[in-house]
């Protein structure tokens, strides 16, 4: 005997909003969490959220963060009749119990699927794209329209329109031959010919005794059909078609309702006899779990360690080069943004790299925030301030600094060179390189590489699989060839990682790991750095050899005397003429110059590269170059008569003014260009006859911080502004769905609302309105108030008094979550709230 409690058990939920109101606060906050864009602004009511979770745009986004089993769940609902419940839907992924699978279908773990459906519908219900008990699940409105089959987009399942959807518009007689053709009774309406007709195909004995005396040929167009597309051409299909008079297959088919037809010319085969054919799976191919990643090679972790930390050390020289090198010839913005395709080819001569390795590097010191435009009037690419204070940090420091800010940019270093929609070619550091994808993407690449044994590496053919299971509908545009922008980025991400030194011989490094773990990488890194040199061997033959990495002063001075001629586990400098002037120009003397490499060599100053360097300076500032347009001075006359007797100095126009003056008609840049070309040794002076030094950290931008990454939807708010989110929504809801009732005098009738019913603002006296706050502070009661701000517009709350004086009320407001302070003239009217119901 049952025992009677006198407790009515819960009613299930009619409505999403009534859903959404008997959760907790905690699953409230993590629905908010997981779809941000629900709070742009913050609802007003739980009914105001469950119309934007609603939203097609807000469905799509949620779908996109879905992987391939939760998705195919969903897609799985969509198909079945609205209301099933959890029963059907395992039989839909599984097969129909006791119905042996169709041959083309791919075998399919039941066991797996029946374990993981439960966390995907739970899944579904958390981000409130399904809703109901679990003898009734229902999809929201928009999910179900985009995710249920048609005749025009099938979608994965492969599946057409049910028989009700395609019959929509088929006469009433046409359906009642349907059911004569099929073996059926006729009935008295076409709703109940086109129920007996549903019946018959999902009724797995009947429909298959009326296959049974198909055709073979008739089964074989059926079977072209089965997993998708479900559409097909035939001339004149619209026409009525009987038993008795079909001459071949697809005439049999429609004359029994197993095809109708859907235009002129094309007929599809129902959502029914799909899955009947099916064995009642709705996907051919199931997977309630990720394809496992295999490693195709395995090394020492060691080895992959100092592999990487070699080139994290080469990654951070490599930027070095490139700023110090702009530096000295920032080159210009174009007039559309980026860089021009000339100044990129010379950027990585000079650096001896690929120009797409050149193009990375550069949007990786412009996503550090090291590289930017001046903003002058003729702008150009130059180093910040941020680069001067790089430098001084440690390397792993700078190193950690590059690595962050690559793995958030959304700029796209690999599109440099390929050309936009338009036809337009994408130019390094230009405004077309954001995506979107890019980062949620490297991050994933990672979480592969990381979940795999260390010293494990995998190419993108053995990632990608992996990566489409987890976010399928968030591929990209496709790109040509099969391949959408997930397959590039993937390929490129591990590119990139692998020039960076996240990853060394294709495996996840030990400091990778603490990059994507949200940490610190410099600690991990810093003991497996190269230490830095303090010293260089110099050779006979004008050239030094660094055995190793040099510490940034000494690389850098090195770099301004002396030209790089080759790199690798050695960097050998060249000293030339045009180098030592360089120095020279710089600020240096020949002092210096010979003191500085005595104090770095561990080797004597060879001979002639002692002559170099004196030569150099001997001759270096005897000819001086001004503005006029420009001149030259030199105390030796002789010099000034060579000059002008050399037929090369004909294209600077010189002119003799004084013995030791000659003017010329090109400006001083050309003229010292030009004169260095010829071999001389002359040096810019300012108006007062004093040398210009030509420092080689003189150009810098303005201070400019990183570019922002370009947000992929709205950012998650913090836990604290989701709770105060959550109070609101609740608070709201309450003073929107709270029952109500008159006051002693009840509110008055409003003209437009005679009734003064709780749709409209309450409305009473001033009197009234004063003598029921003054009521309520002292029986400690909530109260209903409609109030006009200072904007003008009028609003309902739910306050509880808790002071009146001087015209205005003190109270707590329940939606706001706040203490206000009410202006007692500006309240419309009050009401007592039904405690009670």
Not at 104 to 124: I, N, R, S, T, Y
Not at 299 to 316: E, I, N, S
Not at 562 to 567: H, I, R
């Amino acid at each position: 005997m049952t025992e009677q409690t006198g407790e009515r058990p819960a009613a299930p939920p009619r409505t999403l909003a009534e859903e959404l109101r008997a959760r907790g606060d905690g699953a409230l906050a993590a629905l908010l969490r997981a779809r941000p864009d629900l709070l742009n602004p913050v609802p007003s009511d739980l009914t105001q959220l469950a119309g934007r979770i609603s939203t097609r745009a807000s469905s799509l986004r949620a779908l996109e963060r879905l992987d391939r089993f939760t998705l195919q769940a969903a897609e799985a609902l969509a198909a079945a009749p609205d209301g099933c419940d959890s029963h059907t839907v395992l039989a839909l992924l599984t097969g129909a119990p006791g119905v042996p699978p169709h041959r083309h279908a791919d075998p399919v773990d039941a066991g797996a699927v029946a374990e993981a459906l439960p966390a995907a519908l739970a899944l579904l219900r958390e981000r409130a794209l399904l809703w109901g008990p679990d003898a009734t699940l229902r999809l929201v409105r928009a999910v179900r329209e985009i995710l249920a089959p048609t005749t025009a987009h099938p979608g994965p399942t492969g599946l057409g329109p049910t028989l009700a959807e395609a019959t929509v518009g088929m006469s009433p007689g046409r359906l009642q031959e349907l059911l004569a053709d099929a073996g059926l009774p006729t009935t008295h309406d076409p709703v109940s010919a086109v129920a007996a007709l549903t019946a018959l195909l999902t009724d797995h004995p009947r429909a298959a005794a009326l296959l049974a005396t198909a055709p073979p040929a008739a089964i074989g167009v059926l079977d072209r059909l089965t997993w998708g597309p479900p559409t097909g051409t035939v001339p004149d299909a619209a026409r009525p078609v009987r038993a008795a008079d079909a001459r071949s297959p697809v005439e049999w088919l429609l004359a029994r309702g197993l095809l109708l037809p859907t235009g002129p010319g094309t007929v599809v085969l129902p959502r029914e006899a799909a899955l009947h054919l099916r064995g009642g799976r709705s996907h051919r191919t199931v997977e309630p779990a990720p394809p496992p990643v295999e490693p195709v090679r395995a090394h020492d972790p060691q080895l992959v360690d100092g592999t990487a930390a070699a080139q994290a050390f080469t990654a951070v020289r490599t930027v070095e080069e490139l700023l110090d090198l702009w530096s000295l010839t920032p080159p210009p913005v174009l007039r559309a943004g980026g860089l021009g395709v000339r100044d990129l080819r010379r950027t990585a001569a000079a650096l001896d790299l690929p120009e797409p390795t050149a193009a990375f590097w550069l949007e990786t010191a412009y996503a550090a925030g090291l590289l930017a435009a001046d903003g002058e009037a003729d702008p150009v690419w130059a180093p910040t301030p941020a680069y001067d204070g790089w430098l001084q940090q440690p390397v792993a420091d700078r190193w950690a600094l590059l690595a962050r800010s690559w793995l958030a940019a959304t700029r796209v270093p690999g599109l440099v060179g390929g050309r936009d929609p338009r036809g337009k070619v994408l130019a390094a550091l230009g405004p077309d390189l954001d995506r979107t994808l890019a980062p949620a993407n490297r991050r994933a690449v990672l979480r592969q590489l990381a979940a795999l044994p260390p010293g494990s590496a995998a190419p993108a053919a053995a990632l990608l699989p992996a990566l489409r299971w987890h976010r399928p509908r968030r591929g990209g545009p496709a790109t040509g060839e099969g391949r959408d922008l997930r397959d590039d980025l993937t390929g490129w991400a591990l590119t990139e990682a692998e020039l960076l030194g996240v990853t060394g011989r294709g495996a996840l490094a030990g400091p990778a790991r603490a990059l994507l773990a949200g940490t610190d990488p410099a600690p991990a890194l810093e003991p497996l750095l190269p230490q830095p040199l303090d010293h260089v061997i110099l050779q006979p033959d004008l050239t030094a050899i660094a055995p190793g990495p040099l510490h940034t002063p000494l690389a850098q001075a090195l770099a301004l005397a002396a030209d790089v001629e080759s790199k690798g586990g050695a960097t050998v400098y060249r000293f030339t003429p045009e180098s030592v002037r360089r120095a020279l120009d710089a600020g240096r003397t020949a002092a210096e110059l010979h003191e500085f490499l005595t104090r770095h060599s561990r080797t004597p100053v060879p001979q002639p590269l002692g002559y170099l360097i004196d030569d150099v300076a001997r001759r270096h500032g005897r000819l001086r170059v001004g503005a006029a347009a420009a001149y030259l001075r030199c105390d030796d006359e002789s010099l000034l008569a060579e000059l002008l007797a050399d037929r090369r100095s004909a294209q600077l126009r010189l002119r003799r003014l004084a013995p030791t003056v000659l003017a010329a008609q090109a400006g001083p840049e050309a003229v010292l260009t030009g004169l260095r070309a010829m071999g001389y040794a002359p040096a810019a002076e300012s108006a007062e006859g004093d040398i210009l030094i030509a420092r080689p950290d003189a150009r810098r931008t303005p201070p400019r911080s990183a570019p922002a990454p370009v947000p992929d939807g709205p950012p998650v708010p913090a836990d604290v502004l989701l709770g105060a989110a959550v109070r609101a929504v609740r608070a709201g809801d309450r003073a929107s769905t709270a029952s109500r009732r008159s006051t002693v005098a009840g509110p008055a009738a409003h003209p437009e609302d005679p009734a003064g019913g709780p749709s409209r603002l309450p409305r009473t006296a001033a009197a009234e309105t004063l003598a029921a706050l003054q009521t309520a502070v002292l029986l400690g009661e909530r109260m209903w108030i409609g109030y006009v701000n200072a904007e003008g517009s009028a609003g309902q709350r739910i306050v509880s008094p808790v002071k009146v004086e001087g015209g205005y009320v003190t109270a707590y407001d329940h939606h706001r979550d706040e203490m206000r302070t009410f202006a007692l003239h500006r309240i419309t009217g009050v009401a007592d709230l039904d405690e009670d119901g």
